[in-house]
């Protein structure tokens, strides 16, 4: 893995999180949250912090239910990653997502947050422990594919 910046992404239908953090030191922040209701407004906002940060990986969180088996959000995820990946011409990691939009709403409790409070970072939080688990992981999380 080369050593630079990483985005990694919480894909919602509405809002997608977004992270950073550099392979050189592993950790993980939130960065800001992309509302966009157009995929063309969405990757344009994306293209920005691609532009800006100069990433040398992209990571999506691949949402599955409890026991692992995938369902619709697993499917549109990783579609969303095969865009980032031949639209930028990067890698792209998966990386699970079980349960960090839930871990993401008591950090932010424990940080002093109400839940009105909260909602406006919860997703780019995610996005944080989506990509600080891809930094604890080995990285053995399947690539995007181009089945989507």
Avoid: C
């Amino acid at each position: 893995m080369p050593e630079g910046t990483v985005l990694a992404f919480d894909f919602g239908e509405k809002r997608i999180g977004v992270a950073t953090g550099e392979t050189l030191l592993g950790n993980a922040h939130p960065l800001t949250v992309i509302h966009a209701e157009s995929n063309d407004d969405r990757f344009a906002a994306i293209g920005k912090l691609v532009a800006e940060w100069r990433p040398v990986q992209l990571v999506v969180g691949l949402p599955t239910h409890a026991d692992g088996t995938p369902h619709d959000m697993t499917r549109l995820a990783k579609r969303f990653a095969e865009r980032l990946r031949r639209r930028f011409n990067l890698p792209v990691g998966l990386a699970d997502e079980h349960m960090t939009s839930l871990d993401a709403e008591a950090r932010l409790r424990e940080a002093g947050y109400n839940s009105k409070s909260a909602r406006p970072l919860l997703d780019a939080v995610a996005a944080q422990l989506i990509l600080q688990t891809w930094f604890e992981s080995s990285h053995d999380a399947a690539p995007a594919q181009s089945s989507a």
